[in-house]
């Protein structure tokens, strides 16, 4: 069974910055290794849809996207050796207010996935709050 433990959120004032983790564990019950999986970061804010803010594939080329209200302020990377995912955010607005959710899919071949329905495992979340 796939673990993902996310971690990092906390308040900040507009302008500030954040840095979040998600642990990852169990993917070797699957058979592939942890970089042969894509990951995700997702938000929710209350009352609202999760809205996926950041993608990363797997080992074959780490592509990442991001929605145009994240572009240039918030960066994904994963540090393959210590099944981590991160998501560093810059230039936080109050909008950026919300739960975030780490999540992951098996993609031996890679790809992009950018939508909620196309990742197999959440997180729990952690909670970003920012003050205007």
């Known amino acids: 069974q796939v673990q993902l433990v996310e971690s990092g959120g906390g308040s900040v004032q507009a302008g500030g910055s954040l840095r979040l983790s998600c642990v990852a564990s169990?993917?070797?019950?699957?058979?592939?290794?942890?970089?042969?999986?894509?990951m995700g970061w997702f938000r929710q804010a209350p009352g609202k849809e999760r809205e996926g803010v950041a993608t990363?594939?797997?080992?074959?080329?780490?592509?990442?996207t991001y929605p145009d209200s994240v572009k240039g302020r918030f960066t994904v990377s994963r540090d393959n050796a210590k099944m981590t995912l991160y998501l560093q955010m810059n230039s936080l607005q109050p909008e950026d207010t919300a739960m975030y959710y780490c999540?992951?899919?098996?993609?031996?071949?890679?790809?992009?996935?950018?939508?909620?329905?196309?990742?197999?495992?959440w997180g729990q979340g952690t909670q970003v709050t920012v003050s205007s």
């Open positions: 999540a992951a899919k098996l993609c031996v071949y890679g790809g992009i996935y950018r939508f909620e329905s196309d990742y197999d495992y």
């Open positions: 169990g993917y070797g019950e699957f058979g592939y290794s942890y970089q042969r999986w894509c």
């Open positions: 990363i594939s797997s080992a074959d080329d780490y592509t990442t």
